[in-house]
């Protein structure tokens, strides 16, 4: 999963702020707004956080009317590159061709 790839390779102390964000997002589904997140364009949405200057995004969709599905994330300069928002609506169109083959379910943090 290209998003875990990212996420592992941030600091501990970035990766805990955007795992707390994403806890956010599963909690809040599509009553999350913002500052926290918004919506870019194509049904993709950017979970927003900052740190130490530093604007970090990661890409997601929803299928349904609960599930968030991240895309990948991204260090941000002024904006969200259109070809990240590209790859992001590819990866989109894959995920709703067959739901079954993108499923992944995280273990529990300790």
């Known amino acids: 999963m290209p ?15 955007c795992y707390l964000r994403l806890e956010r997002l ?8 913002r500052p926290e997140a918004d919506l870019l364009r194509d049904g993709i949405y950017e979970l927003r956080v900052s740190l130490r200057g530093v604007q970090h995004r ?3 969709f929803f299928h349904g009317a609960v ?12 904006v969200v590159p259109p070809k990240e928002i590209d790859r ?3 990866r989109k ?3 709703e061709a067959i739901p079954s083959r993108h499923i992944y379910q995280e273990a529990e943090r300790g």
């Open 3 to 17: 998003v875990l790839d990212w996420f592992n390779d941030l600091p501990a102390k970035t990766q805990d702020k």
């Open 26 to 33: 599963r909690a809040m589904g599509h009553e999350l707004r």
């Open 58 to 60: 990661i890409l997601y």
């Open 67 to 78: 599930a968030a599905v991240v895309s990948h994330g991204l260090v941000k300069e002024r």
């Open 88 to 90: 992001a609506v590819e």
């Open 93 to 95: 169109k894959r995920f």
